[in-house]
């Protein structure tokens, strides 16, 4: 059941068309945050990871950093739905292919 005005709504025929609405989105939410955390923790476990740096081999550390805050901005912001939001979140994956030398 879905709280509307702080209060208890009795479940709609839409009932269910909200419950996949809300599944998609938290399916989405999960498809970035998800790899946000697998990537800081795998990138910083490689021991030698400043050589592969430096011989253009893996993506800068501070591109990660980069990287991670996009992952987690746009997680955070699969539930807006405005204009602006989207194009802020095209705009931080596309960010987020250049950091991590992803071909579109």
């Known amino acids: 059941m879905w709280p509307q005005n702080g209060g208890f ?7 269910k068309e909200n419950d996949a ?9 999960n498809a970035f945050h998800k790899p946000s955390l697998c990537l800081e923790s795998n990138a910083f476990v490689i021991t030698v990871y400043d050589f592969f740096e430096a011989i253009h ?8 950093d980069k990287a991670i805050g996009n ?4 997680s955070n912001n699969t539930f807006e739905t405005d204009r602006e ?3 802020e979140r095209k705009h931080q994956m596309d960010e987020l292919k250049q950091l991590l030398y992803m071909k579109s």
């Open 57 to 64: 081999f893996v993506p800068k550390s501070s591109n990660i």
């Open 85 to 87: 939001e989207r194009i």
């Open 9 to 15: 709504r009795h479940p709609s025929h839409n009932q």
């Open 21 to 29: 609405h809300w599944n998609r989105l938290q399916y989405a939410f």
């Open 71 to 74: 992952l987690i901005f746009i």
